[in-house]
């Protein structure tokens, strides 16, 4: 019996040097828990669901060291120059850090109604 216990507590204190057989059915045991684990257990680790455009913006390059920006209007609930420049600003700053806009354009469908704006900035 105390042959049994020996040979447990050298795999629990990893006593074994490598090359025996008995390491080797260590290193064999862990590589089926890691590799077969996930198989029988649930850990719940789905990945997150990642939308292209969360807030509808799409970034790209002005080719003069700035951006665009092309934000869909839902984003903006602003009905002023000013509230529309502070809101665009709100939704451009965590995507690209602090900037300073230089121009906005509106971009109306056929009847009117505001697809969505069109903001040149630059960084600071």
Not at 24 to 48: C, E, G, H, Q, R
Request: charge should be negative; charged fraction near 20%.
């Amino acid at each position: 019996m105390s042959k049994v216990w020996s040979t447990i507590r050298g795999y629990i204190l990893w006593s074994y040097e490598r090359g025996t057989l008995q390491y080797d059915v260590m290193v064999t045991l862990i590589l089926i828990f890691v590799f077969f684990s996930p198989y029988w257990i649930n850990f719940k680790d789905k990945p997150a669901q990642h939308v292209a455009h969360q807030t509808g913006v799409i970034v790209s390059p002005d080719g003069q060291g700035g951006f665009i920006f092309q934000i869909e209007a839902q984003a903006v609930h602003a009905k002023d120059e000013a509230g529309i420049r502070g809101e665009l600003s709100n939704i451009i700053e965590p995507i690209s850090g602090e900037v300073s806009i230089k121009k906005v354009d509106v971009v109306n469908d056929r009847p009117g109604h505001v697809q969505y704006y069109k903001v040149w900035a630059e960084r600071e």
